[in-house]
């Protein structure tokens, strides 16, 4: 497995930045995520996680801002009990959107799936039912043409079960390792408030 990109809670998310918070919020986003881009390069894949702390209005200017960054995608804009506001957020922006870390079975999916407004689904075998649920949620996310990038950052022991699901999954398309504390380039960013590697 190699690091293909970076996934990134800026400060910006944990300090929960809304709709008439922040009025300067867009181009303290954009001053972060450029810095990464610029050290990363243009092959850096970069995952923007929202932690679902913005309003949809909010998530709407976040991700129209965004765009010029070339972000892999942002993740859960809005927390999934609102995933009905994605409908609107995926028609104002290019990025594709994740999400699905909090759901917790092939049912929490399939409307969002139906609906057909998020690009790339996250199940966490740690909460959606080990191995063999994520296994038949990535493989129904299939029959839509979904992406998956299981999410993973509870340890060493989710991430090895993960690994095991990760070998027998075709559609995976990353998923989501938290080691990367160690290295030096996060080391780099002080306003980056916790990274995590998108691996393949």
């Given at each position: ?104 079975s092939r049912w929490d999916f ?91």
């Amino acid at each position: 497995m190699a690091i293909r990109g970076l996934g990134l809670t800026p400060d910006w998310v944990l300090s929960g930045i809304n709709a008439g918070g922040n009025l300067g919020a867009d181009v303290h986003i954009s001053g972060t995520v450029a810095a990464v881009r610029e050290a990363g390069g243009p092959g850096l894949g970069i995952g923007i996680d929202f932690h679902g702390r913005v309003h949809k209005t909010m998530a709407k200017v976040l991700a129209k801002e965004l765009e010029s960054y070339r972000p892999m995608f942002i993740e859960e804009p809005v927390l999934p009990q609102n995933n009905e506001a994605l409908r609107e957020i995926a028609r104002y922006t290019s990025i594709p959107i994740a999400t699905g870390e909090r759901m917790f079975s092939r049912w929490d999916f399939k409307q969002l799936l139906i609906d057909g407004y998020v690009d790339i689904i996250q199940p966490d075998l740690s909460h959606a039912g080990g191995i063999t649920e994520c296994k038949k949620i990535i493989s129904m996310a299939e029959a839509f043409d979904v992406a998956a990038a299981p999410h993973c950052p509870l340890g060493p022991i989710a991430l090895a079960a993960s690994v095991q699901r990760d070998l027998v999954e075709r559609r995976r398309w990353v998923s989501e390792a938290d080691y990367v504390e160690g290295l030096a380039f996060a080391q780099a960013f002080t306003t980056i408030k916790r990274m995590i590697c998108l691996i393949t």
